[in-house]
Nanobody
Framework: QVYLAESGGGLVQAGDSLTLSCLVS????????????MGWYRQAPGKEREFLAS????????DYADSVRGRFTISRDVDKNTVYLRIDSLRPEDTAVYSC????????????????WGQGTQVIVSS
């Protein structure tokens, strides 16, 4: 069982930068999650969940949705078991609940059908 806890959301101004965190833990001490993929997503009111970025724990390799490439950055801190999502030049349309997910399979991360999910953190961008 993998547990994910997002933090770092809040009310921000357009143009600001924000870094979200996703703390990953596991019931056992095996840390299998470090062989998994991680993903960040968002869901705005009235819209479907949107894939933003993914990262492979083992290598740090990243992938981004075309819509956010260049403005969003996913990274990890192996020692802190934390994956981050930095958002630059925030826009009102970035307002959404941001969630992280974990799964062994890259395809499911891209498709948004990962097995493990956090509860999400709300980001509100005021103009």
């Amino acid at each position: 069982q993998v547990y994910l806890a997002e933090s770092g959301g809040g009310l921000v101004q357009a143009g600001d930068s924000l870094t979200l965190s996703c703390l990953v833990s596991e019931r056992s001490s095996s840390q299998f999650f470090k062989t998994y993929m991680m993903g960040w997503y968002r869901q705005a009111p009235g819209k479907e969940r949107e894939f933003l970025a993914s990262l492979r724990w083992a290598t740090g390799d990243t992938d981004y949705a075309d819509s956010v490439r260049g403005r969003f950055t996913i990274s990890r801190d192996v020692d802190k078991n934390t994956v981050y999502l930095r958002i630059d030049s925030l826009r009102p349309e970035d307002t959404a609940v941001y969630s992280c997910a974990s799964d062994p399979t890259p395809i499911t991360i891209r498709a948004g059908t990962a097995y493990y999910w956090g509860q999400g953190t709300q980001v509100i961008v005021s103009s």
